[in-house]
């Protein structure tokens, strides 16, 4: 099983949708979830950041954490075509970052 | 305030050869990481160095190895490289703290083809 597991898609929704996606993990000391957006060609930039149960909203994004069953989610509302990209899930315990394999997503107009 | 820099942004090399690489985190940043990034493996953790010292390593051959200076930069060196190290090299800066100063901020990355 590999340590942090997504969905590599890809994914497509048409624009104004909700785009879900999900994230599973492996070691329970994890403390920190991160997720990353990644343009084609460009490097990851941070999208949200979160460490308690629960649901963290900012604009457009929802962060969700279950630590019980060890999984974080990202939802993007009133999805649009700039949202195309390839989403990195994050996560740190006590050693280094460990980063999923990403998921893809289409926004279609 | 100014970000993560890397430079070169590409390299060309040929098998055999040997690359250094360099990345200066953001001011005020102390933990600088480096990663691999290919399209079939995802971005792979390479190591971290910390206040000069390397604090964690990822599972790659000894000839990959880095440093990192007294004002934070960081240098990452490959030698007898192998066309299999041709890939988007990440280096990312963070505080390196408890929760959100454990946010990594990438720099542009160097391509590096290796013919």
């Known amino acids: 099983q590999k340590e942090v597991e997504q969905n590599s898609g890809p994914l497509s929704v048409p624009e104004g949708a909700i785009a879900s996606l999900n994230c599973t993990y492996s070691d329970r000391g994890s403390q920190s979830f991160f997720w990353y957006r990644q343009y084609s060609g460009k490097s990851p930039e941070l999208i949200m950041f979160?460490?308690?149960?629960g649901d963290k909203e900012d604009g457009r994004f929802t962060a969700q954490l279950n630590k019980a069953s060890q999984y974080v989610s990202l939802l993007i509302r009133d999805s649009q075509p700039s949202d195309s990209a390839t989403y990195l899930c994050a996560l740190k315990g006590a050693g280094d970052m460990r980063f999923g394999a990403g998921t893809r997503l289409t926004v279609k107009p | 305030k100014a970000g993560v820099t890397q430079t070169p942004r590409y390299l060309i090399k040929t098998r055999g050869q040997q690359v250094t690489l360099s990345c200066s985190p953001i001011s005020g940043h102390r933990s600088v990481s480096w990663y691999q990034q290919t399209p079939g493996q995802g971005l792979q953790f390479l190591f971290e160095y910390f206040s000069e010292t390397q604090r964690n390593k990822g599972n790659f051959p000894g000839r990959f190895s880095g440093r990192q200076f007294s004002n934070s930069r960081s240098e990452m060196n490959v030698s007898t490289l192998e066309l299999g190290d041709s890939a988007l090299y990440l280096c990312?800066?963070?505080?390196?703290?408890?929760?959100?100063?454990?946010?990594?901020?990438f720099g542009a990355g160097t391509r590096l083809s290796v013919l």
């Open positions: 990312a800066s963070s505080l390196a703290g408890q929760g959100a100063q454990n946010i990594q901020y």
């Open positions: 979160i460490y308690s149960n």
